[in-house]
């Protein structure tokens, strides 16, 4: 099954703990404190595999985690980094924040390789504390804790040329006439049901790559048939051949299938709109003498007058292509040439939890509780039984608010807080 969107959660490692320990030798009766950094927390990396055309990979693994650094040791021993993580996707693969929608990479040209998350920092050991007046400390560092986000991948597959239009109008039989793609063809509704793409060849070396986005329709911006599914492949083109049929051999109306689907176009992404577009009125070959002539003007005076050029073919004997095929060759050397890529909207590295809710309540008399994923990140990073941890804590306590918010609630010392598993007294 072709697969061209998946979303995973991904998670790079947490720092490791300093340790806090004193040298005990013989002969050495004051060795001081002789604690170890704890390691870095592994990266979380993506990185583009020329192997792989689809996200197919990620059907089943849903959880992507970097490893967690070791905890330093006693004898200054450092705790070992955990590993990175590297993912690979394929070429186009387009990595966004599930819950924003903002774009963080974009894996596609240069871009081969990217650092998403990176590892939390190792703790320092107690061996970095020892000053003049506190030469037994009894406190380290903790690890910094790794960043998790849940992020969506998109594949946007990467060609010049799109060819859009309805179903079965002849864009896989136009497709393997003029590159090496070999679609699916058949006489019925939605036979392709994944983009193909294929290079096209032209004398003098001078090619380009055309992509068949399949299954629009009439709501497919809405997420009707399988447009939807696809209409993100053609974000990348620069220019867009829209096929029709124009002998309405399924008593369509070819210019209200063009503006049908210019206005799904339009309504998926509004950039869209302003790309160059050219038509191939399609299966004229089984039209004869004045109707072939009346199905070509009907569409000339039509689109002409927009500046979008219109050009008779048949995609089973091939007439007409050869022009339609120099034509878009020029189309693309006379704009721009620069890829397009989709610009950084979201950076994991500034991601700030100091806006994550806690709630601060009297569960009876006596006893009161805070919690919240705030609170639960924080004790996860804090270190309680060493002295430096504590103060933090304390200060943490002070600083968000939840001391305020205790005492409104007509807290008394000697009252216990319930954090999570944790139990305090509390005292001014």
Partial sequence: MFADSAK?????????DGHVSF????????????????????????????????????????????EDGEN???????????????????????????????????????????????????????????????????????????????????????????LVGFPNVGKSTLLSRVTNAR?????????????????????????????????????????????????KHIERTKVIIHMVDAASTEGRDSIEDINTINAELKAYNEDLAHRPQVIAANKLDVLYGEEEEQAVAKLKNEFEPKGIRVFPISAVSGKGVKELL??????????????VIFEREFFPEE????????????????????????????????????EKGFEFFQRFLKESGILDELEALNIQEGDTVRMYGLHFDYYK
């Fill in 8 to 16: 995973i959660y991904i998670r790079s490692g947490k720092g490791g």
């Fill in 183 to 231: 679609p699916k063809i058949a006489n019925y509704h939605f036979t392709t049901l994944n983009p193909n793409l294929g290079v096209v060849d032209l004398e003098g070396g001078d090619g380009f790559v055309m992509a068949d986005i399949p299954g629009l329709i009439e709501g497919a911006s809405e997420g009707i048939g399988l447009g939807h599914e696809f209409l």
């Fill in 72 to 162: 330093g040791g006693k004898k200054r021993c450092h705790g070992k980094d955990g590993e990175d993580l590297v993912i690979k996707v394929p070429e186009g693969t387009v990595i966004k924040d599930t819950e924003t929608g903002k774009v963080i990479a974009d894996m596609s040209h240069d871009n081969r390789r990217e650092v998403i998350l990176r590892g939390g920092n190792g703790g320092k050991g107690n061996q970095h504390y020892a000053t003049p007046t506190m030469q037994v400390p009894k406190y380290a560092q903790p690890g910094q804790s790794g960043k998790e986000l849940n992020v969506t991948l998109e594949l946007k597959v990467i060609a010049d040329v799109g």
């Fill in 351 to 386: 991601l700030d939890f100091s806006n994550e809710p806690y709630t601060v309540v009297q569960e009876e008399e006596h006893l009161f509780a805070v919690e919240g994923p705030r609170i639960e990140r924080m004790l996860g990073y804090t270190n309680l039984d060493s």
């Fill in 326 to 339: 120099y034509y878009v060759r020029e189309l693309l050397d006379s704009i721009d040439t620069a890829p």
């Fill in 23 to 66: 040298r005990r030798e013989l002969y050495v009766p004051a060795g001081g404190p002789d604690g170890g950094d704890g390691g870095k927390g592994g990266d979380l990396i993506f990185e583009v595999d020329e192997g792989l055309n689809t996200l197919s990979d990620f059907r089943f693994v849903k959880k992507f985690s970097a």
